[in-house]
């Protein structure tokens, strides 16, 4: 191919693997089905497919290689790598279904590295329409409910295969949000009302309805913000409910125990509750540490030595700059990684789960060069880590270029949200101090964090701090309610890939 050519097409993959969608696939399982068929009795085995360590479908090898045959004559042969042999026998002993499972596997977790085809149409569809053959009977219309943060809910009709984002369009419309608004909220698998902990959030590629059945028995879908520039919160509040999810959102993050509240901020914070001012609260939970971030409790963090105990944190700083945060469990301190600093990060499949590692440019010690370092990070939810870190370069990028986010009318054949057979819910409760959820007694909802460290081979400050905790309940009560942009450094982008 002419030199031209190969430059587009190299700038081209490099566009998309800066905005492709984080994707670990496993096959962790495979099972044999017997099926009833015209009074025959047909065996074959399946493969349990695993996206971002939950189940999504279960696919056969002929599923799979009608895939590949679709996906070379799209891409190419040289654009993938060898399918696994088709054997002339029925595979049926446990070492050759194990050894095809691997097989497979491989296959697949080197396709999820080309950002081409995970971001064409023949492989998203190929995963939704796989998704749907689970459900294995017809579309049917169904009704599902959508938590809020303060633990209220409304209820949607859909059909049950709908995707991702024609549910989240249906929702955000039923509610009331302004249009333009729909794509800074997401809707997240949670482990329970409370949304303490999130499990992921979900993709286009899969249906929501279809995700809930399979997934565990408390879990629940909730409406929560997806972006992470705390900025954008006074561009949502010219909305109402926009404001209001956002209220209730941080009133939850605070209970929860992921903000922690200042003696100070309190009274400045309950001023705004007593007089109904949700901007204003707003506007006063920005200045508290971890504003907008989410944290990961329990991890394993391989830096400064291997085997540290710590709560990990990403979101933005106060400079509007991606971090990754490490509260250390044993002595209070805290390490800051800026993410423009990482050059790449990958996750690893493992007989123990899943864990992340990223390359990260030290500062330079006295009279040498800044060293890259790998540090490992072992986590229950590493996959909700390795996405939310990859969400968060993608708002740098799109800052950087200026380009906004997308909105429900820039959608190929925009999804018309159906009309609902019921009436549009009450959502008084949104703005409603009185129906926020009763904090605990005496709950402790978290502390300020300790003072950051400087060690010689990063870049962070340090300070003293005496730690704080107000819980909910005093904060209510003190309210007695009733009722100039910086020229931003340009991110490095940083590059991301799984290996088995």
């Known amino acids: 191919l ?3 050519v190969l430059q587009r097409a190299a700038k081209r993959t490099a566009e998309l693997a800066n905005n492709s969608l984080v994707m670990h696939l496993s096959l962790p399982e495979a099972e044999e089905v017997f099926e009833q068929k015209e009074g025959e009795t047909e065996k074959y085995i399946v493969y349990n497919l695993h996206i971002n360590g939950t189940f999504h479908c279960s696919v056969r090898y002929s599923q799979l290689l009608q895939l590949h045959e679709k996906l070379k004559r799209e891409f190419g042969p040289a654009a993938l790598d060898k399918f696994p042999g088709k054997s002339l026998f029925y595979v049926s002993s446990e070492k050759q279904i194990n050894d095809r499972r691997l097989a497979l596997q491989r296959w697949l977790q080197k396709l999820s590295q080309n950002p081409i085809i995970v971001d064409s149409n023949t492989f998203r569809e190929f995963l939704l329409n796989a998704q749907k053959e689970v459900q294995r009977g017809p579309e049917e219309d169904v009704q599902l409910e959508i938590r809020l943060a303060n633990g209220k809910s409304v209820k949607v009709d859909i059909v ?4 991702t984002d024609d549910v989240l369009e249906t929702v955000c419309s ?19 009302i409370t949304g303490k902990t999130v499990v992921r959030k979900l993709q286009d590629f899969e249906s929501p309805h279809i995700s809930l059945q399979r997934a565990e028995p408390d879990h629940k879908i909730m409406l929560r913000k997806a972006y992470w520039d705390p900025k954008v919160d006074q561009l949502l ?12 959102e941080t009133v939850a993050d605070i209970k929860n125990g ?10 400045k914070m309950q001023t ?4 109904k001012d949700w901007e204003g609260f707003l506007r006063h939970a920005r200045t508290l540490k971890g504003y907008a971030f989410v944290h990961f409790t329990d991890c394993i963090i391989s830096y400064p030595t291997e085997g540290c105990k710590a709560t990990v944190g990403l979101g933005f700083g106060p400079d509007r700059a991606g971090q990754l945060t490490v509260d250390y469990a044993e002595d209070g301190e805290e390490a800051v990684f800026l993410i423009p600093r990482m050059r790449c990060w990958r996750t690893y499949s493992t007989d123990d789960g899943v864990e992340m590692e990223f390359e990260y440019l030290f500062d330079a010690e006295q009279g040498e060069q800044g060293k890259m370092r790998w540090i490992k990070i072992t986590s229950k939810n590493t996959i909700h880590m390795a996405m939310c870190l990859q969400a968060i370069v993608e708002e740098l990028i799109r800052q950087k270029k200026k380009q906004p986010i997308k909105k429900p009318s820039d959608r190929v054949g925009a999804f018309k949200p159906r009309r609902q057979q019921h009436k549009k819910p009450d959502l008084s409760f949104l703005s409603s101090a009185a129906a926020e959820p009763e904090a605990a007694p005496d709950a402790d909802y978290g502390a300020t964090a300790a003072g950051v460290y400087t060690t010689d081979k990063t870049s962070v400050s340090s300070h003293g701090s005496r730690r704080v905790s107000v819980t909910l309940s005093d ?3 003190k309210a007695n309610v009733d009722d100039d942009d910086d020229d931003e450094e340009e991110p490095v982008m940083p590059t991301f890939h799984f290996v088995n």
């Open 258 to 267: 992921g903000l922690a509240v200042t003696d100070a901020v309190a009274d």
């Open 475 to 477: 904060l209510i009560a």
């Open 237 to 248: 509040a010219q909305d109402p409910i926009a404001l209001n999810l956002l209220y209730v």
């Open 2 to 4: 002419p030199y031209a």
């Open 174 to 192: 039923f509610i009331g949000l302004k249009s333009d608004f729909t794509y800074y909220f997401g809707l997240y698998l949670v482990t329970d």
């Open 160 to 163: 049950s295969t709908d995707q």
């Open 272 to 275: 705004s509750k007593a007089s």
